[in-house]
C-alpha cells in the first residue's frame, strides 16, 4: 500500500480520531515500528499530508488539528537542518518530547485494552440483582441532652419574664374609695382651711402614684361638697385647694 | 482439609434423574441475578436442551436447603433469599434520633423543675397553652407520666417525670439537676 | 433434618479450626443480600465471637468453587457474582450496561493511571478536548467522581475513580493495575 494511498484512507477516517494524537499514534503504529524507533519526521510529513488532503477536500478541521499542523511544520523545519546547529538541537529535544508523549499515549491506550479485556461486572460476570438491605432506621427516639433541657428552661423563664415586662408596673393605686375614707377620718381633726395635698396618704412613692392619688383625693372631695359635709375653696386658678368643714360636722357622725 | 466429607447425608434423589451440573450452575445463576424472581418459562429458555425445571430447581434448593440462603418460590418465580432464621442476627438498626420539638422540651424543663404540677400549672408558668400533642409527645417518649391528682377541684393530674427521663438526660436523681439559682445566676436586670 | 451430626468432624479441629455453621450462613447470607462488596469489617461485626474472618471465608469459598455463583474477593470486600464461563450465557437474557465508548475508556485509563486529576490535566495529556458527553458516560456508570479540588488558580475538580471502578474491573485494589511498562512490553501484535 502506497503512503498516499494510506493518506487517503485515514483522511475518510479522521473524525473517528480523537485528537491529532490519535492519529499520529496511528501513523506511528502503521510504521510497524517500536514507538522509540519511529522516525518522527515521517510521521511529520503523514500528518502534515493527511491535513493538507483535509483542506483540499475543505473538510472543517477543529483549531487542534490546525494547531498540531503548525507545529508539525515547525518541527519539521527543524528536523530538516543539519546536525549540530542549536535550531537543529532544538529541533531534536521537541522531536523526543513527540516520542515520549505518544509513548505515554499508547501505554495509556494498552492500558484501556488490558482494563476492557478484564472480567466485567456487567458484562461477563453478575452480581446480586436483587439484593436485601437489613438496614432498618428507627427514628423514633429522641435525641435529649442537658444543654439543650436547661437552654429550653431557661428560654421559658425569659419569655414569660419578658412578657411580665410589658405589663405596667402595678402601682400603688390610691382610689377614689380610700380617699374618701381618709378625708372623712381626717376631717374631724380639722382645725381650719387646710390644702387639699394634707390629705394624701403618706408613703407616696412615684410621681404618678402622687398624683393619682391627689386626683382620687380631688374627686373624693368634690362629692363630700356636693354632699354638704365640707367646703371647698380655691383662690385662684391652679392654687392651692383649701378644704374647710362644713357647719355641723355632719361627716363624722355619717361615718361613725 | 476435609471437603464435604459426608456423601451419605446428602441423599442422592433415588429415581428422579439428577439434572446436569451445568444446568444447576446456569439456574443458579440466573436466579441470583436477576432483578426480578425469575418464572420458570425464563428458566426453560436458558437450561440446556433435554433439561425439566422442576428437576433442576429441586436439585438446587435441595443445595441451598439449610444454608444462609434459601431457593424459594414467589409469585412470579423462583428467587434466592436470606434464611428467615437469620434475619435478626443480620438485622442493623440505625438510629436517627428527632429533635424533641422545642415547645415540648420547655414543657418537659418546666415539669422536670416544678414537679408534680398540673397542666394548668405549667400554662400559667409558660404564659400559653400547652397542646395535647405536645403532653402526648412526651408521654409517649415516656419522659413524663402521671402522678396522682391534686386535691383541688376537678382533681386535676398532676404530672411528673419518669426514671427513662432520668436515664436520657444521664442523672442519676433529680436533684442532680442544676439549681434554678444557678442557671439564673446573672438575672437580665430591669432596669 | 441432621443438624451438626458428626462432633468428631467439626469441633476440635486444631490450629485452622473448621468454622461453624452458623458463621459460615451468616457470612453466606450477609454478602449474598448485597450487591456491592461487603467489607471485611462487616463481616467481622456479625460473625460469632472467636470466628476469624478469613476462615470463614476461605471454607465458604471453597464450598462455592465452581458452582453457578463464585466467592471473589474485590474492591476491598467479598462479593458473590456469576461464574464468568456462564457470562455469554446469561448476556442474553439479563440486561447489561451500556458498553463504555473507546474514548470513555481511555478518559478511565487516563484517570485511573494519574488520578487525581483535573479535566486539563485530562486533555494535555490527551492533546484534545474531552467532551462534556464522555465525562457524563463515566460519571453515570459510577467508575469516576470528584475528589475534591487543586489548590491551583480558579480551584478545578480533580478526578478519580470510585470503589465501583474496582468492583466493576474486578480489582482488588489499584495497585492491582499493571504497570504501563509491563504493558507494552508485549506490544498488540500488528497482524
Do not use: C
Request: charged share 25%; proline share 7%; no cysteine.
Amino acid at each position: 500500500m502506497s503512503e498516499a494511498a494510506s493518506s487517503e484512507q485515514l483522511l475518510l477516517r479522521l473524525e473517528g480520531f480523537e485528537g491529532p494524537l490519535d492519529l499520529l499514534l496511528e501513523l506511528a503504529r502503521a510504521q510497524k515500528l517500536d514507538l522509540a524507533r519511529i522516525s518522527i519526521l515521517a510521521l511529520v510529513e503523514q500528518y502534515l499530508a493527511v491535513i493538507e488532503g483535509a483542506r483540499a477536500v475543505r473538510l472543517e478541521l477543529a483549531a487542534d488539528w490546525l494547531v498540531m499542523a503548525a507545529w508539525l511544520a515547525w518541527l519539521k523545519s527543524r528536523l530538516l537542518l543539519p546536525a549540530g546547529s542549536p535550531e537543529a538541537d532544538e529541533g531534536e529535544r521537541a522531536a523526543d518530547v513527540l516520542a515520549s508523549r505518544l509513548a505515554v499515549l499508547e501505554g495509556l491506550r494498552a492500558a484501556a485494552l488490558w482494563l476492557g479485556a478484564r472480567t466485567l461486572l456487567g458484562r461477563d460476570v453478575f452480581a446480586r440483582g436483587a439484593p436485601e438491605s437489613f438496614v432498618e432506621i428507627d427514628r423514633s427516639r429522641f435525641r435529649l441532652d442537658m444543654p439543650s433541657l436547661l437552654a429550653a428552661y431557661l428560654g421559658a423563664l425569659r419569655r414569660v419574664q419578658q412578657a411580665a415586662r410589658y405589663q405596667p408596673a402595678p402601682l400603688t393605686i390610691w382610689s377614689v374609695q380610700d380617699a374618701l375614707g381618709r378625708l372623712e377620718r381626717l376631717l374631724g381633726s380639722l382645725p381650719d382651711w387646710v390644702s387639699l395635698e394634707q390629705f394624701l396618704p403618706e408613703h407616696l412613692g412615684q410621681p404618678e402614684e402622687r398624683r393619682a392619688a391627689l386626683a382620687s383625693t380631688l374627686l373624693a372631695s368634690l362629692e363630700m361638697a356636693r354632699d354638704g359635709v365640707l367646703w371647698l375653696r380655691q383662690e385662684q386658678p391652679f392654687g392651692p385647694v383649701l378644704v374647710g368643714r362644713a357647719n355641723g360636722g355632719t361627716a363624722s357622725t355619717e361615718t361613725g | 482439609m476435609e471437603e464435604e466429607p459426608l456423601p451419605d447425608v446428602r441423599p442422592a434423589a433415588p429415581a428422579e434423574a439428577e439434572p446436569s451440573e451445568m444446568a444447576l450452575r446456569l439456574a443458579e445463576a440466573l436466579i441470583f441475578a436477576s432483578a426480578e424472581p425469575v418464572p420458570m418459562r425464563a428458566l426453560g429458555q436458558i437450561l440446556p436442551e433435554g433439561e425439566e425445571v422442576e428437576v433442576v430447581l429441586a436439585a438446587l434448593a435441595r443445595r441451598y436447603a439449610g444454608r444462609g440462603v434459601e431457593l424459594v418460590s414467589v409469585a412470579g418465580g423462583m428467587q434466592f433469599r436470606t434464611a428467615p432464621d437469620l434475619g435478626p442476627s443480620l438485622r442493623k438498626v440505625i438510629q436517627q434520633p428527632r429533635r424533641l420539638p422545642r415547645v415540648a422540651m420547655e414543657t418537659l424543663a418546666i415539669i422536670a423543675y416544678h414537679q408534680p404540677m398540673t397542666r394548668p400549672e405549667i400554662e400559667a408558668l409558660r404564659g400559653t397553652n400547652l397542646s395535647q400533642e405536645t403532653l402526648d409527645v412526651l408521654l409517649e417518649a415516656g419522659l413524663i407520666a402521671p402522678q396522682g391528682r391534686k386535691e383541688a377541684p376537678g382533681r386535676p393530674t398532676l404530672w411528673g417525670t419518669t426514671s427513662h427521663f432520668l436515664a436520657a438526660f444521664g442523672l442519676a436523681s433529680l436533684s442532680e439537676l442544676p439549681r434554678r439559682e444557678d442557671l439564673l445566676a446573672s438575672p437580665p436586670t430591669p432596669t
